[in-house]
C-alpha cells in the first residue's frame, strides 16, 4: 500500500538554528511531491513542488529551501530560522497521476521558532 | 486556478445533511472542483471532485450547477467526527497537482 511519512512530528528550535524536515513516500514510483505550510490559524500555503529527482519549484520567495535527493524523499530545509517560519508544514503527494489532482497528506510537522 | 468563495463557518445539527457552498464563478471548462477537509491538527483530507457531472462516494455527494459557477458538498448524515475545515479548489486538470488552498469552510457539527 502507499504511504507517506513525515518527521520529525513537533520540533522547537531557536531563532537561527538550522531546519531539516524529512519527507518520504512508500509504495509509488517518480510521484509529484509537495510541501505546504499552515500559520496559526490560517489556510495552508504551497511552499515547494516537485515532479522528479532535483526538480523543485518554489511557489513563493522564503527563507526555506527544498531538496529532492531520490525518487520517493522529498526534504525542507533551512539554514537561519526566523520567528515568522513557526507553523504546521505538510507534505503530501499526487495519486491519480492519469489526471485527477489528489493530494495526499502526511500527519505534519508542528514547528516553533522561539 | 479558479477562485473560490466559501462561507467562513457553518453549523449542522447532528444527523442533518450538511450543505457546504462554493462559488467558483471563474472557472474555465477544464477546471475541475476538488473538495478537501482538513480535522484540527491533522493533514487535509481528499473527498471527491467533479467536471460537469454530480459525483457521489462513500464519504460525500457533490453537486455542481449547470453553469458550473457554484456548486455544493453535501454530507448526508453529518456526525461529531464531520467537523473540520472544508475546502474547495478550482485546478486545472493534469497541470501538476498545484492545488491552492483559500481559508475554507469551519463547519461545527452539534449534537
Known amino acids: 500500500s502507499q504511504t507517506i511519512h513525515q518527521w520529525p512530528a513537533t520540533l522547537v528550535q531557536p531563532v537561527g538554528s538550522p531546519l531539516s524536515l524529512e519527507c518520504t513516500v512508500e509504495g509509488t514510483s517518480n510521484p509529484n511531491l509537495y510541501w505546504y505550510r499552515q500559520a496559526a490559524g490560517r489556510g495552508l500555503q504551497l511552499l515547494f513542488y516537485s515532479v522528479g529527482i532535483g526538480q523543485i519549484s518554489s511557489e513563493v520567495p522564503q527563507n526555506l529551501s527544498a531538496s529532492r535527493p531520490q525518487d520517493r524523499q522529498f526534504i525542507l530545509s533551512s539554514k537561519k530560522l526566523l520567528l515568522s517560519d513557526s507553523g504546521f508544514y505538510l507534505c503530501a503527494w499526487r495519486t491519480g497521476l492519469m489526471g485527477a489532482n489528489v493530494l495526499t497528506f502526511g500527519a505534519g510537522s508542528r514547528l516553533t521558532v522561539l | 486556478d479558479a477562485k473560490t468563495t466559501q462561507p467562513p463557518s457553518m453549523d449542522c445539527a447532528e444527523g442533518r445533511a450538511a450543505n457546504l457552498p462554493c462559488n467558483h464563478s471563474t472557472i474555465s471548462g477544464n477546471e475541475y472542483v476538488y473538495w478537501y477537509r482538513q480535522i484540527h491538527s491533522q493533514g487535509p483530507q481528499y473527498i471527491i471532485h467533479?467536471?460537469?457531472n454530480n459525483e457521489t462516494n462513500e464519504m460525500a455527494s457533490l453537486i455542481i450547477t449547470e453553469d458550473r459557477k457554484s456548486s455544493t458538498l453535501i454530507l448526508p448524515h453529518a456526525t461529531l467526527r464531520d467537523t473540520a475545515v472544508y475546502y474547495c479548489?478550482?485546478?486545472?486538470?493534469?497541470?501538476?497537482?498545484?492545488?491552492?488552498f483559500g481559508q475554507g469552510t469551519e463547519l461545527s457539527v452539534k449534537p
Open positions: 467533479g467536471l460537469k
Open positions: 479548489i478550482g485546478e486545472g486538470y493534469n497541470q501538476g497537482g498545484k492545488l491552492i
